[in-house]
């Protein structure tokens, strides 16, 4: 260690990053080179947290135990990117360690570009990554401009630095399968059921484990040994193996015995699913979390993912074009799986559109999962609220769980949530808890923990939230899809949501294109917020995470939804269209 810093003093020589080297947790000499950062001393000239926040996200959605593929700055998602380049890494870095706190730094497309005087109170830094004028806006365009090195896809959270790796995705997914199976069963839960889905990828992950705490059984069928294995390594996979008859024979003795189980088979679910059909089984639920948003991250069927990158690498077109065929296998069988008496729904990747597009008109027979399941929560604000203790204390996360159940006991599923979270997930990187709150109760939450770091019993968090959220996101195959109202396709709400968090103050804020269901298909915009405890933290807390929810409030108000009208009206949100 001590030969290789002597060697890279030189190189960093004056550079501000060097501390970061010194201590361990940057290493520009190995593959893997970021670790996320712990304890109490700040590294930012500042000595603000407002600045250390957005310095130990960064660490921490590129620490291997987060990231994907941390090698290429791709944290999940396919080529979900935290950074355009090592490059503009080291220089983002550099950047924060030596702001004002009342700079604002300028990322375009996960590349610093300036530094501009604002206030205190301003956002410190604010991100777009991904944007393109709408008619050039698709796969092809997009990536002859990553190539000239102009732009990144920053997919949701990645390119925000506010993804808390499998678990951010858990509670939305277990919510989502809890969802299906109320409406869909008469007792409730999975028990005794069989759910057939695929990709084991960084949100994919999250399907065995959400499946088995609604009681159900999983096969979740995935290409790449290595994710399943990083599945099992990380508690959210039980088994696994690469036979059919094996997979079937122990899910089904599951089902029957009515024991809550996940299986991962290795194969493709553009073979897999039509096989399972071909034998005449019909499972209960049917979905999918392949990556089918890029047909250059979609494995076709016949390849092992070595000879998926090999092709992607020769004949990109040839790959696409094989992807799009197999996405069409894929959702055939789905389609075919509902009229044969499953419950069926798209969950989030724009698999029904890639089969549309490559000649599948009966594609959209199965519904989206928000249009299906989740637009009732964003009806009231709720959405994906989530938090990391930004020393890497995991005591401070158990001590929030316990201020969860106690300030929101009357919410059941909540609580159940919590308590499942605390016994079955495992921490990656820095420790963080993810919760659906709603309009008021985020406000609420936010304001008692930084009560709780003032008084000293807790350390600085950070608060985020996916932009799958109530009024951050237009995504006409996702979260806007068959609006109430036909406003599926208006992307003014993403944008008025990110110019109010930066009025409100948000620590950063971010504005995506492309994210989960991919290039053209949608825009979305998300926040980070960093509490220390200051008074000045708790007027940005309660501000930020006022207008955030209370945004989607308005946006399902407005596109004539009964309850968030009702709530808007009796919780005081003042809209001239609404007539309270
Ligand atoms: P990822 O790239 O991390 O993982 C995808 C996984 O699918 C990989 O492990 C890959 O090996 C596997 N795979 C690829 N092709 C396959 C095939 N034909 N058969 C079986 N396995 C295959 O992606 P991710 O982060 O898990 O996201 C998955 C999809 O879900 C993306 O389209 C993403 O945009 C979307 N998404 C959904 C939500 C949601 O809320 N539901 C949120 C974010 C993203």
């Known amino acids: 260690m001590v ?5 890279y003093r030189e190189r960093y020589r004056g550079r501000p990053i060097w501390r970061l080297i010194e201590e361990g947790y940057y290493k520009p000499w190995e593959r893997l080179r970021v670790t996320h950062i712990r304890g109490w001393d700040l590294h930012v000239k500042s000595e603000s947290w407002q600045l250390e926040g957005p310095l130990r996200m960064l660490f921490h959605v590129l620490d291997p135990e987060v990231a994907k593929d941390p090698e290429h700055l791709i944290v999940y998602g396919g080529t979900g990117r935290a950074a355009r380049s090592w490059e503009a890494f080291e220089a983002i870095v550099d950047t924060l360690m030596t702001m004002e706190e009342d700079d604002t730094l300028v990322v375009q497309s996960g590349k610093p570009v300036a530094v501009f005087k604002t206030h205190k109170m301003a956002p410190r830094v604010v991100i777009s990554n991904a944007m393109l004028v709408p008619k050039w806006a698709d796969w092809e365009y997009f990536r002859e401009l990553e190539r000239k090195g102009l732009t990144m896809y920053g997919q949701m959270t990645a390119g925000c630095w506010a993804y808390i790796g499998t678990q951010g995705i858990l509670q939305g997914t277990y919510e989502t399968f809890a969802f299906a199976a109320e409406k869909s069963f008469p007792e409730g839960n999975l028990e005794g059921r069989l759910v057939l889905t695929a990709g084991l990828g960084e949100m994919g992950g999250a399907q065995p484990l959400a499946v088995k705490m609604n009681g159900g059984v999983a096969i979740v069928v995935e290409v790449d040994k290595k994710m399943i294995e990083r599945r099992i390594r990380h508690g959210y996979l039980d088994t696994w193996t690469d036979s059919l008859d094996k997979a079937l024979d122990i899910a089904l003795k599951a089902k029957e015995k009515r024991e809550a189980l996940s299986i991962g088979l290795l194969g493709n679910a553009a073979e897999v699913f039509p096989e399972i059909l071909r034998r ?9 979390q392949t ?10 069927a016949g390849l092992s993912p070595e000879e998926a990158e090999e092709l ?23 389609v075919e799986f509902k009229r044969r008496g499953s419950v069926v729904f798209e969950y989030g990747n724009n698999l029904r559109k890639m089969a549309y597009e490559a000649g599948y008109k009966d594609a959209f027979e199965f519904p989206g999962f928000v249009q299906a399941y989740i637009r009732p929560m964003f009806e009231e604000g709720r959405g994906p609220f989530r938090y990391t203790s930004l020393t890497g204390n995991p005591r401070d996360i158990e001590r929030l769980d316990d201020e969860l159940i106690a300030t929101f006991k009357h919410n059941k599923r909540l609580v159940r949530w919590v308590e499942n979270a605390r016994k079955h997930v495992k921490f990656q990187g820095l420790p963080a808890r993810v919760v659906w709150l709603g309009y008021g109760e985020r406000a609420r939450f936010g304001k008692l ?39 599926d396709a208006i992307g003014d709400w993403p944008i008025l949501n990110a110019l109010l968090n930066a009025a409100a103050g948000a620590t950063w804020v971010c504005f995506h294109h492309g994210g989960g269901v991919g290039i053209g298909y949608s825009i979305h915009a998300g926040i980070g917020l960093v509490l220390d405890g200051s008074r000045e933290s708790e007027l940005r807390a309660e501000r930020v995470l006022t207008v955030d929810p209370g945004l989607g409030v308005v946006r399902h108000a407005d596109a004539g939804y009964e309850r968030a009208r009702e709530i808007a009206c009796s919780r005081g949100i003042w809209s001239p269209m609404l007539q309270c």
């Open 3 to 7: 030969g290789i810093l002597d060697e």
């Open 280 to 288: 005449g089984i019909v499972p209960d639920v049917v979905t999918d």
């Open 312 to 334: 992607r690498d020769k004949d990109p077109r040839e790959y696409e074009k094989r992807a799009l065929e197999s996405m069409k296998m894929h959702a055939k069988a789905m």
């Open 291 to 300: 990556p089918a948003h890029d047909p250059l991250s979609y494995v076709p």
């Open 449 to 487: 923990m930084n009560t709780l770091i003032r008084l000293g019993e807790i350390g600085p968090m950070w608060i985020g939230r996916d932009h799958l959220d109530t009024g951050s996101v237009a995504s006409p195959y996702r979260e806007t899809e068959g609006m109430k109202d036909g406003s």
